[in-house]
């Protein structure tokens, strides 16, 4: 069996796989202890819904844009090459950017209301994106692109040299962001109105905490797909709350689960030829099952 | 002694509609002033106003140099902290996050003042416990401290003995009474009459207006002072009752709904990962029930 992975390890494909794969785990860990503390564990789901419309908003607009520059000219082919190369980043990223920031907006007045708009969204942009992929879509195997892009399928093992740089870019600010700021993020989380009466920005580091959400979402759709980016936000942020006592402790324990889940998913996964996104959940969940044992050893003991 | 804090004819609102009016009085180092008022008679956005969050409508709130760093607060505790996983020694060093800015870490210095502060309320052999296993009154010390590393010359108390037992609450109220005789003005909002009893100053705001400012014994012999401690409560117990059974409701709610959330995403994710979400929904839920 380690013949076989060492194997695998040689192609270039499955490092890549490893590396974005392992930091979008340590990232969504990082920020998920906060998003469960604040109540958002749903914010994960939310955001990744949008960020499905968006995806097939950018894949209409890719193949109409292509239709309407089909002609032999040197400006029509260098628009498609340009279209090609951005691929769908900016159109997806700065919607689901914006979503995020709305959503946390409302969220901190009202509950109901945040809950609801929640709700709403999502399951509209859902709606909507599905609809305009499948009238405007020109390819042959609409339920298979619009499957892979719920469950990740295997767009993984498929990424490009600059598209691993940017994910190393956006994991390394993510990462940047939580360090520096950590004893901010902590008071946020942890009391609100105290944080704000002792003069921290508490909107401004919301705003952050939603911004750095929405990145990771999107990053994290092409390694698990849209529908299961909550499960890698919120599993190792629960498993770890089940053992740990110090905030410390919950995050460097949520990441760490976070990492092997990952890593113990994507080795399966190839040797099994599973689906990735749902083998990574199924390690968190199995993760999630050991630590709440654990801690009812723990605690009878 | 010196004058902390001076409002003088304050009018408090949100875009433009005034909630409270003519607010008149004067706060000196070493004062202890409760803030009495019905629900809706504008405490908490007196609140805001005096930690600087929103600004005076007409009139002007004067702050002494003293207190230009700003009001050490004990908000009322949140659902969010009740199953916080947070060692109280974080919460404490928390209080100092203002004096450390932008450095990510807390110098010497700051975690020296956390650990003095702990030892102040008497917690120090809780720092390394987790805040949620603490009880009611243990938690409100935990906060105290982080209130104090923010500063040690004036505090603001929201509601601080709701939902505490009586005993607590007579435990905190003396603490509170405690850290004002050695020099830290206390202002504290309540809805209890029993902490009239260790006020220096009253300040009675009813639905619009300020009713009564001035020291103890004369609201205790003004009209006022008479009819509000006879027909709010007739008696301290009472008060207790009243102030711990009108918090109760909400908060039971409120965690419920968004344990649920929490659940409900996790479960979600579940089922489509492998079929067997709903066994670890059902699973959570039994956890949660534990828990409780």
Request: aromatic share 0%; glycine share 12%.
């Given at each position: 069996m380690i013949d076989k992975i060492l194997y695998y390890f040689e192609f270039p494909l499955v490092r890549y796989a490893f590396i974005v794969g392992l930091l979008i785990a340590l990232c969504s860990s990082l920020l998920g202890v906060s998003l469960v503390l604040k109540r958002f564990s749903f914010i994960g789901d939310g955001l990744s819904h949008v960020a499905f419309g968006a995806m097939s908003v950018a894949t209409v607009t890719d193949v109409t844009v292509k239709q309407v520059a089909s002609g032999d000219n040197a400006f029509a082919r260098w628009l498609t090459d340009v279209i090609e190369k951005t691929n769908s980043m900016v159109i997806v990223l700065p919607i689901t950017l914006v979503a995020a920031i709305l959503l946390l907006r409302t969220g901190q007045n009202s509950k109901i209301k945040g809950d609801a708009a929640l709700a709403m969204i999502s399951v509209g942009s859902l709606a909507a994106g599905y609809m305009l992929i499948n009238m405007f879509s020109a390819s042959a195997n609409i339920s298979g692109d619009v499957c892979s892009t719920l469950f990740g399928s295997t767009s993984i093992l498929t990424l490009s040299l600059s598209e691993v740089w940017l994910s190393v870019g956006l994991a390394a600010v993510v990462i940047g962001v939580f360090l520096i700021f950590y004893k901010q993020i902590f008071a946020v989380t942890f009391d609100e109105s105290f944080a704000q009466a002792t003069g921290v920005k508490a909107n401004a580091y919301n705003l952050l905490i939603a911004v750095i959400t929405a990145l990771i979402v999107v990053l994290a759709m092409s390694l698990?797909?849209?529908?299961?980016?909550s499960a890698l936000i919120i599993f190792p942020a629960l498993s770890a709350m089940r053992l740990f006592k110090s905030f410390k402790g919950v995050i460097i324990c949520s990441a760490v689960i976070s990492v092997v889940c990952a890593g113990s998913g994507l080795i399966a996964s190839i040797l099994f030829s599973t689906p990735v996104g749902s083998t990574i959940v199924t390690a968190d969940m199995a993760a999630f099952f050991i630590f709440t044992i654990l801690s009812k050893i723990l605690r009878r003991s | 002694m010196a004058e902390q804090l001076i409002c003088r004819n304050v009018t408090l609102g949100y875009e433009g509609i005034?909630?409270?009016?003519?607010?008149d009085f004067t706060v000196s180092s070493g004062d202890y002033l409760c803030i009495l008022g019905e629900n809706g008679s504008g405490k908490s956005t007196l609140i805001k106003a005096l930690l600087g969050l929103i600004p005076a409508m007409e009139g002007e709130i004067v702050r002494s140099e003293e207190i230009s760093g700003g009001v050490g607060y004990l908000p009322q505790q949140t659902v969010v902290q009740k199953d916080f996983p947070a060692s109280v020694r974080e919460i404490v060093r928390s209080g100092c996050i203002k004096k450390a800015g932008l450095r990510p870490f807390y110098s010497k210095a700051e975690k020296a003042l956390a650990d003095e502060n702990m030892s102040r309320l008497g917690i120090s052999e809780l720092a390394g416990r987790c805040y949620r296993e603490l009880s009611g009154g243990q938690q409100q010390r935990v906060l105290l401290a982080r209130a104090l590393c923010a500063t040690s010359r004036i505090l603001l108390l929201d509601e601080p003995v709701t939902g505490l037992d009586p005993r607590a609450q007579g435990d905190l109220y003396e603490l509170i009474a405690d850290l004002n005789r050695s020099g830290v003005t206390m202002i504290m909002v309540s809805?209890?009459?029993?902490?009239v009893r260790y006020a220096s100053h009253i300040l009675h705001i009813g639905s619009r207006e300020q009713l009564f400012f001035g020291s103890r014994q004369d609201y205790l012999n003004s009209r006022l002072g008479k009819s509000f401690l006879i027909t709010e409560t007739g008696s301290d117990s009472e008060a207790r009752e009243e102030g711990t059974s009108a918090a109760a409701p909400e908060e039971p709610e409120k965690s419920g709904v968004s344990a649920k959330t929490a659940a409900a995403a996790a479960a979600g994710a579940g089922v489509l990962a492998a079929g067997i979400g709903a066994a670890i929904h059902a699973y959570v839920k039994r956890g949660e029930r534990n828990d409780r």
């Open positions: 698990v797909g849209s529908l299961l980016i | 005034p909630v409270t009016k003519g607010l809805h209890d009459v029993s902490a």
